[in-house]
């Protein structure tokens, strides 16, 4: 009966496809063998497996297992002939994958089970090769064998790619796409593989290639794909950025390499945009504490809001020194994590979308502070941060006018500040919400202008109450040889005065700065020489004493 297993006839099947796995049980012993195709795509243990019924079940969706249950016991029971059945099953990635399992039940003279035959199909519409790029999909990953020989593996993706769609439309970022991987298979060994991994992101596994190597491929990439000419002959600046990971030393398994890939690129897109990223124990360290600050600011948020609190920092009057208004800055201090700063913690908010909710707690509060001054203190114009992820949920509008109105506050002191502009990849959409917001009386800022070229484009297209120019053209003002910034900032507010938009000077640290930006005709004036961003009780002793800044 083992012959079964040995026989030759299952070896050409078992090899005649890569997206057809066959397995065939011998029911006397309750072993079976597993094509090697489906032993590496299940991710089983081995050809040969003792009891597979047990095994497979495992496999199997929890909402599929009673169909597939049902229908092989129908098939050994004898009353349906063939075991033939859809149900889903993990794959060695732990995704589920939709399979079609066909199989028969062979028997002896006196109808007992003796071989029991089958194979499985992916129809799940997964195919070989990606339909746009022509480049193999993710699904072929397990064919490779990292543990083989050495070599090197890049995730490269394209920067701003949700941008360049917005800008151009969607044929144009396919086009890109095309013409970006044709690059990337150009550039590499015949030996390297190159794969889509998902949209925008490319996977290329260096088989026997060693750091330099993959570092000079990557070089000569951005080289030949910093500008990308189109049919039309438009041509489109693009940036990519990459992580890379050594094998076997920094991955021994598929699932590890493709984590710390993901977790390197993450890394270079975050923090060194546009470069190579070899992952490292750094990397892996970071990555441990974005989860942790992630669970950490989940449980307060869920524990209404402990630990998070706003600071406020003075908006100051340049003629009369007095403090007209404050910036709401969110700090917070978790239950096991205090130590971090905003903008860590914004970050990991902004990655897995907590922003939202913070966000909604951080208008409240702003707003309920501004109403509890008016009676002491007057109108204080009260500005938040708002990230342009916040301004793109559906519910922000409704929510913040609705909050406006429950506490009772006159829109026109309240200033939103729109922070990183240069992630706005719809300027068009973020317009029409401004306006509406505008008409209603709330104020508009765009925060840290001139960080990028992007805010001079979001001014041709945003209406806008203030722009609040950077701390980087203002902290040295005072220093020798830095004429520029002095040039800088003068012409942003000339264009502020043309424009008819209110300005507020960020980032004075010192007496000179002070000096200087005291002359230069911003509405407001912010920074550390004044006041440091202060708790609620530090920022009423500062308008009791009348203090002037
Ligand atoms: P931002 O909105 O540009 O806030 C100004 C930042 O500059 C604050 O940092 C403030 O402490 C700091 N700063 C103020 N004056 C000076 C100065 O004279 N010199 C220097 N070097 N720095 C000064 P902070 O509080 O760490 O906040 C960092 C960023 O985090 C903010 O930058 C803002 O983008 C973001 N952020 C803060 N609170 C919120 C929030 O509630 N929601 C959102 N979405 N983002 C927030
Ligand atoms: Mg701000
Ligand atoms: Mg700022």
């Given at each position: 009966?083992?012959?079964?297993?040995?026989?030759?006839?299952?070896?050409?099947?078992?090899?005649?496809?890569?997206?057809?796995?066959?397995?065939?049980?011998?029911?006397?012993?309750?072993?079976?063998?597993?094509s090697?195709?489906?032993?590496?795509?299940?991710?089983?243990?081995?050809e040969?497996?003792?009891?597979?019924?047990?095994?497979?079940?495992?496999?199997?969706h929890?909402?599929?297992?009673?169909?597939?249950?049902?229908?092989?016991e129908?098939?050994?029971?004898?009353?349906?002939?063939?075991?033939?059945?859809q149900y889903?099953?993990?794959?060695?990635?732990?995704?589920?994958?939709?399979?079609?399992?066909?199989?028969?039940?062979?028997?002896?003279?006196?109808?007992?089970?003796?071989?029991?035959?089958?194979?499985?199909?992916?129809?799940?519409?997964?195919?070989?090769?990606?339909?746009?790029?022509?480049?193999?999909?993710?699904?072929?990953?397990?064919?490779?064998?990292?543990?083989?020989?050495?070599?090197?593996?890049l995730?490269?993706g394209?920067?701003?790619?949700?941008?360049?769609?917005?800008?151009?439309?969607?044929?144009?970022?396919d086009?890109?796409?095309?013409?970006?991987s044709?690059?990337?298979?150009?550039?590499?060994?015949?030996?390297?593989?190159?794969?889509?991994?998902?949209g925008?992101?490319?996977?290329?596994?260096?088989?026997?290639?060693?750091?330099?190597?993959?570092?000079?491929?990557?070089k000569k990439?951005?080289?030949?794909?910093?500008?990308?000419?189109?049919?039309?002959?438009?041509k489109?600046?693009?940036?990519?950025?990459?992580?890379?990971?050594?094998f076997?030393?920094?991955?021994?398994?598929?699932?590890?390499?493709?984590?710390?890939?993901?977790h390197?690129?993450?890394?270079?897109?975050?923090?060194?945009?546009?470069?190579?990223?070899?992952?490292?124990?750094?990397?892996?360290?970071?990555?441990?504490?974005?989860?942790?600050?992630?669970?950490?600011?989940?449980?307060?948020?869920?524990?209404?809001?402990?630990?998070?609190?706003?600071?406020?920092?003075?908006?100051?009057?340049?003629?009369?020194?007095?403090?007209?208004?404050?910036?709401?800055?969110?700090?917070?201090?978790?239950?096991?994590?205090?130590?971090?700063?905003?903008?860590?913690?914004?970050?990991?908010?902004?990655?897995?979308?907590?922003?939202?909710?913070v966000?909604?707690?951080?208008?409240?509060?702003?707003?309920?502070?501004?109403v509890?001054?008016?009676?002491?203190?007057g109108e204080?114009?009260?500005?938040?941060?708002?990230?342009?992820?916040?301004?793109?949920?559906?519910?922000?509008?409704?929510?913040?006018v609705?909050?406006?109105?429950?506490?009772?506050?006159?829109?026109?002191?309240?200033?939103?500040?729109?922070?990183?502009?240069?992630?706005?990849?719809?300027?068009?959409?973020?317009?029409?919400?401004?306006?509406?917001?505008?008409?209603?009386?709330f104020?508009?800022?765009?925060?840290?202008f001139g960080?990028a070229?992007?805010?001079?484009?979001?001014?041709?297209?945003?209406?806008?109450?203030?722009?609040?120019?950077?701390?980087s053209?203002v902290?040295?003002?005072?220093?020798?040889?830095?004429?520029?910034?002095?040039i800088?900032?003068e012409?942003?507010?000339k264009?502020?005065?043309?424009?008819?938009?209110?300005?507020?000077?960020?980032?004075?640290?010192?007496?000179?700065?002070?000096?200087?930006?005291?002359?230069m005709?911003?509405?407001?004036?912010?920074?550390?020489?004044?006041?440091?961003?202060?708790?609620?009780?530090?920022?009423?002793?500062l308008l009791?004493?009348?203090?002037?800044?």
């Amino acid at each position: 009966m083992s012959d079964i297993f040995n026989n030759e006839l299952f070896e050409a099947f078992a090899s005649a496809s890569d997206n057809v796995y066959i397995y065939v049980c011998d029911m006397a012993t309750d072993v079976s063998r597993w094509s090697k195709a489906s032993v590496k795509y299940f991710g089983l243990e081995g050809e040969y497996i003792k009891e597979a019924g047990n095994v497979w079940a495992q496999h199997i969706h929890p909402d599929d297992l009673d169909v597939y249950l049902a229908d092989v016991e129908a098939v050994f029971a004898g009353t349906k002939r063939n075991h033939d059945c859809q149900y889903r099953a993990k794959n060695f990635m732990g995704e589920y994958v939709w399979i079609e399992c066909k199989g028969s039940v062979i028997r002896d003279a006196e109808g007992n089970p003796m071989i029991f035959a089958g194979l499985m199909t992916r129809i799940d519409g997964q195919s070989k090769y990606d339909s746009l790029t022509g480049l193999l999909t993710t699904h072929e990953m397990h064919h490779f064998d990292f543990t083989a020989q050495p070599g090197a593996a890049l995730l490269i993706g394209v920067d701003g790619f949700r941008k360049i769609v917005g800008n151009y439309g969607y044929n144009t970022g396919d086009e890109i796409l095309i013409e970006f991987s044709r690059k990337i298979k150009h550039l590499c060994k015949p030996e390297w593989k190159v794969l889509r991994f998902s949209g925008d992101e490319f996977l290329v596994i260096a088989f026997g290639a060693e750091r330099q190597n993959v570092i000079d491929f990557y070089k000569k990439l951005r080289q030949e794909t910093d500008i990308i000419e189109l049919e039309d002959e438009r041509k489109i600046n693009i940036s990519a950025s990459a992580g890379g990971v050594l094998f076997p030393q920094d991955a021994d398994s598929r699932e590890i390499l493709i984590n710390n890939l993901e977790h390197s690129l993450d890394y270079a897109k975050n923090n060194q945009r546009g470069t190579l990223v070899f992952f490292s124990e750094e990397i892996a360290r970071k990555h441990e504490r974005g989860l942790a600050l992630r669970d950490d600011l989940k449980q307060c948020m869920k524990n209404n809001f402990k630990g998070f609190e706003l600071f406020f920092q003075p908006f100051v009057d340049p003629a009369s020194h007095s403090i007209v208004g404050c910036e709401c800055l969110l700090r917070w201090k978790g239950e096991k994590i205090k130590d971090s700063y905003p903008m860590e913690f914004i970050r990991v908010l902004e990655d897995y979308g907590g922003i939202q909710e913070v966000g909604f707690w951080v208008m409240e509060q702003a707003m309920k502070q501004q109403v509890a001054w008016r009676d002491t203190y007057g109108e204080l114009r009260v500005s938040f941060n708002v990230s342009y992820q916040q301004f793109l949920d559906d519910t922000f509008e409704d929510r913040l006018v609705a909050c406006a109105e429950k506490c009772g506050v006159d829109p026109t002191y309240i200033v939103i500040e729109l922070t990183e502009s240069c992630r706005v990849d719809n300027p068009e959409e973020l317009a029409v919400v401004f306006d509406r917001l505008r008409k209603r009386g709330f104020k508009i800022a765009l925060d840290d202008f001139g960080t990028a070229y992007a805010s001079l484009e979001m001014l041709k297209r945003l209406h806008i109450d203030y722009i609040k120019i950077e701390h980087s053209f203002v902290r040295e003002l005072a220093e020798p040889g830095h004429d520029i910034d002095y040039i800088i900032i003068e012409n942003l507010l000339k264009m502020c005065r043309h424009l008819g938009y209110d300005s507020i000077i960020e980032g004075v640290e010192n007496d000179k700065v002070d000096d200087i930006v005291r002359t230069m005709d911003a509405t407001m004036l912010q920074g550390y020489h004044y006041s440091r961003p202060i708790c609620r009780t530090d920022f009423e002793k500062l308008l009791d004493e009348g203090k002037k800044l």
